[in-house]
C-alpha cells in the first residue's frame, strides 16, 4: 500500500510569488492535514481537508488556503510568500475507525523562500 | 505554558541504554500520539494510545490519563534510534510537543 506522497520535495520561491504544494493521501483516507513545521515554532497544524470541505483550520493568515479533491488528494497555496514562510509543510492522512484515528505522514516539501 | 511539555529537550546516551521520554499535557485528550522524526524531515508514527500501554519491538509507551502524562521507552538503543522524538495530542487536528533530540552513540 503506498504511503502519503508529497511534491514536490524541494522548494525555492522568490519573495512575494505563490506556491503550490501537493499531498496524495493513502488510498481510501478521507481526511488530510497539513502542518507547518519551523525552527522556531516547530510545528503547527494549518487546516485538515475531509471529503472536499475544510473541517478545521489553524491560526495562520488568509495567505495560506487549501482545498482537497474527490479523490481525497489535497493542495495548499501561500500566497504573497514571505521569508518567513520558508519552513517544512508536511501533510498527514488519516483514517477515522472506532479503536482511533492514527495519522501517516509524508516525507514534507521543504519551502525556502529568498 | 504550552499545552504539551516533553521532557529532556536533548538526551545522549551509549548503546544500550534504556531511555525514557516523558510526556505531559494540560489537556483532555481523545488520543496521544509518538512520533519519530529523522533528519531529512519525514514522520513516522510510532504509537497512538488513548490508555494502558502499547510495546513494538524494543519501543514501549505507557499513558496515565488520571494523570495527564505518558513516556515512550526504548530497550537496548542502538545509533539507528537517533532521531528527534514528538508527542502530539488529538486526531486530525494535531498539537504538537517541542520534541526529544535522542543521539545513541556506538
Known amino acids: 500500500k503506498a504511503g502519503v506522497t508529497q511534491t514536490p520535495r524541494y522548494l525555492i520561491k522568490t519573495r512575494g510569488q505563490q506556491v503550490t504544494l501537493s499531498c496524495s493521501p493513502i488510498?481510501?483516507?478521507?481526511?488530510v492535514s497539513w502542518y507547518q513545521q519551523t525552527p522556531g515554532q516547530g510545528l503547527q497544524f494549518l487546516f485538515e481537508?475531509?471529503?472536499?470541505?475544510?473541517?478545521n483550520k489553524g491560526n495562520f493568515p488568509g495567505r495560506f488556503s487549501g482545498r482537497q479533491f474527490s479523490n481525497s488528494r489535497s493542495e495548499m497555496n501561500v500566497s504573497t510568500l514571505e521569508l518567513g514562510d520558508s519552513a517544512l509543510y508536511l501533510c498527514?492522512?488519516?483514517?477515522?475507525?472506532?479503536?482511533?484515528?492514527?495519522?501517516?505522514f509524508g516525507q514534507g516539501t521543504r519551502l525556502t523562500v529568498v | 505554558k504550552n499545552e504539551v511539555e516533553q521532557s529532556p529537550q536533548n538526551l545522549t546516551a551509549q548503546e544500550g541504554e534504556f531511555i525514557t521520554i516523558n510526556c505531559s499535557y494540560s489537556?483532555?485528550?481523545?488520543?496521544l500520539h509518538w512520533l519519530q522524526q529523522h533528519p531529512g524531515g519525514g514522520i513516522v508514527s510510532l504509537f497512538m494510545l488513548s490508555s494502558g500501554k502499547k510495546k513494538h519491538g524494543r519501543l514501549i509507551a505507557t499513558i496515565n490519563i488520571q494523570e495527564k502524562h505518558s513516556s515512550l521507552h526504548i530497550t537496548a538503543s542502538h545509533p539507528r534510534d537517533s532521531a528527534v522524538y514528538i508527542c502530539?495530542?488529538?486526531?486530525?487536528?494535531?498539537?504538537f510537543g517541542q520534541g526529544t533530540r535522542l543521539t545513541i552513540n556506538p
Open positions: 488510498s481510501g483516507h478521507r481526511s
Open positions: 498527514a492522512s488519516s483514517l477515522e475507525r472506532a479503536g482511533g484515528t492514527e495519522a501517516f
Open positions: 481537508y475531509f471529503s472536499e470541505t475544510q473541517r
Open positions: 489537556v483532555g485528550i481523545s488520543a
Open positions: 502530539a495530542l488529538g486526531a486530525q487536528k494535531l498539537v
